[in-house]
């Protein structure tokens, strides 16, 4: 995975030049979660051509992969949460995230009936869908709200959320990770909801947009009218403008990086929003 990422990085430093030529672009999203759909919803409101996108989007489970996509130079926007862009950030790959969406988890904490209470994890078996990602971070920054040491609890990969909901209903698994719809499904069968995460404290960029940052320079254009697209779409349902919470990456990088005090900085680059904040772009949105 690391030599992968940094093949492709090296090879990304001189594929801007061939994307310049390009009139298409192509748009990365993760799944069909209710928080992963917004891109498409973008596309299918006719919001992108808007704004002159002539766009293919393209679902690519798997964060690493999308990385992997967007360093080799085959798409050219991603939309993806915060945990894939600051790994390969911190190993040197050139990207950076331009806005964000929404900077709280979109999960909920759901356990069989018999679990009352954060406490009654502890001694438990909660399964996430890998480490490494958004879900195992989540279920960690839960854990440090409620005070309940990461020892306490046994997290143990277990795939996708259908697999998780079987492992509960089998009881080979206490607790896990799930977002809507399958929240609503896992209420229907009976079992608890602990905590909507989007309740807890702490901030965690999910829907950023991320590109590289040559093509940033290269397309800045391109880049501020897609922005306009997916802002449109948020608009209604989410404060303005779209900043991405630094305390958020500073969170995930630290927990990728297993050390305090990562510098990100560096990789967000919020000009685009000031742009768009000063010409007014904003103001009709605002509630």
Known sequence: MLGMLFLL????????????AQD?????YGGFGGYQVPIWVTK??????????HADLVMI?????????????????SQIDATAPV????????????????NKFPFSVVARPEIRQPADLIGKKIGIVNFGGQNELSVLMALKEWNIPREAVNIIPAGPSEGRMVAL???????TVLSPPQTIQAEKLGFRTLVHMSDLKASFPLDTVVMHRAFLKQHR????RFLQAFIEYYAPQFSMPPRVSLDGLRTTAEFIAKKVNVDVQTM????????????????????
Do not use: C
């Open 268 to 287: 967000l680059d919020e000009s685009l929003l000031d742009e768009l904040e000063k010409e007014g772009f904003f103001k009709p949105f605002k509630r």
């Open 24 to 28: 298409r672009y192509v748009v990365s």
């Open 87 to 102: 790994t390969a950030y911190l190993q040197g790959a050139n990207l950076v995230v331009v806005a964000g969406a929404l």
């Open 44 to 53: 299918e409101l006719g919001l992108l051509e808007k704004y002159k996108i």
């Open 221 to 224: 254009g391109v880049a501020k």
């Open 61 to 77: 489970p798997g964060s690493s992969r999308q990385m992997q996509a967007l360093l080799g130079g085959s798409i050219h926007f």
């Open 9 to 20: 990085w090296a090879a990304s430093l001189i594929f801007p030049s061939i994307l310049a």
């Open 169 to 175: 209903h089998t009881k080979a698994r206490d607790a």
